[in-house]
């Protein structure tokens, strides 16, 4: 089985470890829906359009000296960057990373890959971040992020 633990994930920029983070959530795939009905049917009926990347969201304990990780991040945050290396790990070896190539699932892999006119060339953007505390546990911080295109597993 190919069952992954929790405890082997992490969250990256490039080589650099996101301090303190426990918990990551991507959100995955959507697809535009849209009714094409008519008066005379008594079901409805639909037609799919163009895809959603979706969004991420990762959190854990805030460390304002993690200037390569959680720092980066609420200044990418700020400044609208958009981000291509930031990797959401399964394990030791394995990630989620924006696509950079042609191909779906595995890039640079053209036979598991969308149609050959689907180029990807994907990023994401920071859109929030909070930061929290309470008096009897650790500062907490959390960020969402909005993916433009789509996200694959290397």
């Known amino acids: 089985m190919g069952f992954k633990s929790g405890h082997k994930c992490k969250v990256t920029l490039g080589s650099n470890t996101v301090v303190g983070m426990g918990v990551w959530n991507l959100e995955g ?45 609420q200044k990418a945050n700020l400044d609208n960057t958009n981000l291509t290396s930031l990797r959401l790990y399964i394990n030791n070896t ?30 994401m953007n920071i859109t929030s971040f909070s930061i929290g505390a309470e008096k009897a546990g650790l500062c907490t911080i959390d960020f969402t992020a909005k993916v433009s295109g789509v996200m694959v597993l290397v």
């Open 29 to 73: 795939i959507t697809a535009d829906e849209m009714e094409s009905s008519s008066f005379d049917q008594n079901w409805k009926s639909f037609e799919y359009g163009m895809k959603d990347g979706g969004t991420i969201s990762f959190n854990g304990f805030f460390d304002p000296e993690d200037s390569t990780g959680q720092m980066y991040l």
């Open 94 to 123: 394995s990630y989620y990373v924006p696509c950079a190539t042609s191909g779906y699932f595995k890039p640079g892999d053209s036979t598991t890959g969308s149609s050959s006119e689907d180029t990807v060339l994907s990023h």
